[in-house]
């Protein structure tokens, strides 16, 4: 069982950044892949990035290619994402994800999620 919890959301102007955290309850953390998802209001819940359970291994949506960046510390129990040259268009809730299968981009994959963390970008 793994018990995630999401922070750091905020409003910001485009073109600024947030890291947000993301705290996992436990001793099997670093057994995880980890990802982010984000979802606007009456849009799909969407694919943003995800790390490897040694975080090694990393992927990213075209969307945020170059701009955000993801990494865990394990003896922390915490995965992060950093986010710069944030657009309007990354407003969203943004959820933090675990699973046992890699770090692939699809949700389904996921078994655990946090309860999500708001980012808003005014142009």
């Known amino acids: 069982q793994v018990q995630l919890v999401e922070s750091g959301g905020g409003l910001v102007q485009a073109g600024d950044s947030l890291r947000l955290s993301c705290v996992a309850s436990g001793r099997t953390f670093s057994s995880y892949g980890m990802a982010w998802f984000r979802q606007a209001p009456g849009k799909e819940r969407e694919f943003v990035t995800a790390i490897s359970w040694s975080g090694r291994n990393t992927y990213y949506a075209d969307s945020v290619k170059g701009r955000f960046t993801i990494s865990r510390d394990n003896a922390k129990n915490t995965v992060y994402l950093q986010m710069n040259s944030l657009k309007p268009e990354d407003t969203s809730v943004y959820f933090c994800?675990?699973?046992?299968?890699?770090?692939?981009?699809?949700?389904?994959?996921?078994?655990?999620w946090g309860q999500g963390t708001q980012v808003t970008v005014s142009s």
């Open positions: 994800a675990a699973t046992e299968s890699g770090w692939p981009p699809n949700p389904r994959v996921y078994k655990y």
